[in-house]
């Protein structure tokens, strides 16, 4: 049977749960051979106006201007929208970790720009394995030794990997039989480069019975004891963990760090759900906050506020001051515009000029109903408001909607403890 037959058939059964009323799909294309295949086959699959295909380019390689046009080009005889976005190197740290975290936020800025439900990236099993090699030479745990998932979360946003079991050489292959090109990065052979670096060694583990049958066996172990330590904590947060409109409340046993894995899983998913997951603290900084909050002292951490409550619980409520302002494009369809705040609310409403999105904050003077809404001050002072410029237009978590409504995208419980990219 040719390559295409059963990629194709594989591919299809991957996106199958893919339901395009949930809203549109990013798909991250660089011109490379893997996420040029993975525009085709889901090309192939899916509608095309929900899909929008998003090239970031770098402005660091000459080449870039050409591979991004045979994107585009392949995109519009798709039917395919496509966008590039432009991401500037500010001169400070590693380059090529800059360059992989910009073009990140770009993708997700725009994902949530057009309110899409996740981004769709190119990894193979390829760079899996590379992925897993890289983690063990940082002596990861559980956690890092699972790899990349074929379905995670990374600062709110889904990101799918529908190519994950299938590899480089395949895809290659398919692309030539169905007479297709791609770009080559001369940067992805390039051994200055660790990622290159251990793509060449691994060839040498491979004699030595380092298969990547065996490597992805040792990941499926590692996946199934995550799940394990992930069922723990979804279990333990549904008895000491209640979700409140946009805050949590929580008892002190997931305070107590020390009873191990759980409790610190389940207080890292809880600040990560308040604050959009756009950021996590380290190990040292979350004892010392929890030590805190223990002894009743209110704390901010993460872009979270511990509140304490009159029953000896801690609230977390979401930072006003750590949020930011969003631009609310205007639409020219006359529709309702749909974006994504701070990674967990979805604001809509009508269309206007000028118009941003932004912490409630002291606008909340402005709210004569907010004590109705029974939501607590603080909580009210971090929920969205539309504001054109310093003029509040809305705030519909405090009473004030004018049109505008806003809800937070996600419950805690059902959703938190996904896997974090
Ligand atoms: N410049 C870019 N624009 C949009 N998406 C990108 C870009 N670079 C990488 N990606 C996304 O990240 C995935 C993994 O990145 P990686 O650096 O391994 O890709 P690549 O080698 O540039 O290209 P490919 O994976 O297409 O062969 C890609 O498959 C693609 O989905």
């Known amino acids: 049977m040719p390559v295409s037959q059963t990629l194709a058939d594989r591919f299809a059964e991957g996106v199958a749960a893919y339901d395009p009323a949930d809203g549109p799909v990013v798909l991250a294309v660089s011109g490379g051979s893997d996420s040029t295949a993975l525009m085709h086959l889901v090309a192939a699959q899916l509608p095309a106006d929900c899909l929008v295909v998003v090239s970031v380019h770098h402005g660091l390689r000459q080449e870039a201007d050409a591979e991004i046009a045979l994107v585009a080009a392949q995109a519009e005889a798709l039917g395919l929208r496509h966008e590039v976005q432009h991401w500037a190197w500010d001169q400070t740290g590693n380059l090529q970790a800059a360059a992989r975290a910009g073009r990140w936020a770009l993708l997700r800025d725009y994902a949530q720009s057009v309110g899409a439900q996740a981004v769709w990236m190119g990894h193979t099993e390829d760079d899996q394995i590379e992925t897993v090699l890289m983690r063990l030479a940082r002596g990861s745990g559980v956690d890092g030794l699972t790899g990349m998932a074929p379905l995670s979360r990374r600062d709110g946003v889904l990101i799918a990997r529908p190519l994950l079991g299938m590899t480089r050489a395949d895809l290659r292959e398919w692309l030539k039989e169905q007479a297709l090109s791609w770009s080559d990065d001369p940067s992805n052979t390039d051994p200055r480069y660790a990622r290159v670096k251990v793509r060449q060694m691994y060839a040498q583990l491979q004699d030595l019975g380092l298969t990547p049958k065996r490597l992805l066996q040792t990941v499926e172990h590692m996946q199934a004891a995550q799940a394990t330590l992930i069922a723990a904590a979804k279990d333990f947060a549904t008895r000491?963990?209640?979700?409140?409109?946009?805050?949590?409340?929580?008892?002190?046993?997931?305070?107590?760090?020390?009873?191990?894995?759980?409790?610190?899983?389940?207080?890292?998913?809880?600040?990560?759900?308040?604050?959009?997951?756009?950021?996590?603290?380290?190990?040292?900084?979350?004892?010392?906050?929890?030590?805190?909050?223990?002894?009743?002292?209110?704390?901010?951490?993460?872009?979270?506020?511990w509140l304490q409550e009159k029953d000896g619980r801690v609230r977390l409520i979401r930072e006003a001051a750590a949020t930011a302002t969003s631009?609310?494009?205007?639409?020219?369809?006359?529709?309702?515009?749909?974006?994504?705040?701070?990674?967990?609310?979805?604001?809509?409403?009508?269309?206007?000029?000028?118009?941003?999105?932004?912490?409630?904050?002291?606008?909340?003077?402005?709210?004569?109903?907010?004590?109705?809404?029974?939501?607590?001050?603080?909580?009210?002072?971090?929920?969205?408001?539309?504001?054109?410029?310093?003029?509040l237009v809305a705030a519909p978590v405090a009473g004030l909607a004018n049109g505008w409504s806003a809800r937070i995208v996600a419950d805690f419980h059902s959703t938190a403890f996904a896997i974090e990219d």
Request: charged content about 20%.
């Open 240 to 305: 000491h963990v209640v979700q409140e409109g946009a805050d949590l409340v929580l008892d002190g046993a997931v305070l107590d760090l020390a009873a191990g894995d759980t409790p610190r899983r389940v207080l890292t998913a809880a600040l990560a759900w308040v604050n959009g997951a756009n950021y996590r603290p380290r190990f040292d900084a979350l004892r010392q906050a929890a030590a805190e909050a223990c002894a009743g002292q209110t704390v901010t951490l993460a872009g979270v506020i």
């Open 327 to 391: 631009p609310l494009s205007p639409r020219t369809d006359g529709q309702d515009r749909t974006l994504i705040w701070d990674s967990r609310w979805t604001i809509s409403g009508p269309s206007g000029t000028g118009l941003q999105v932004r912490a409630l904050a002291d606008g909340l003077q402005s709210c004569p109903q907010w004590r109705e809404t029974g939501v607590p001050r603080r909580s009210l002072m971090a929920s969205p408001a539309i504001w054109d410029k310093e003029t």
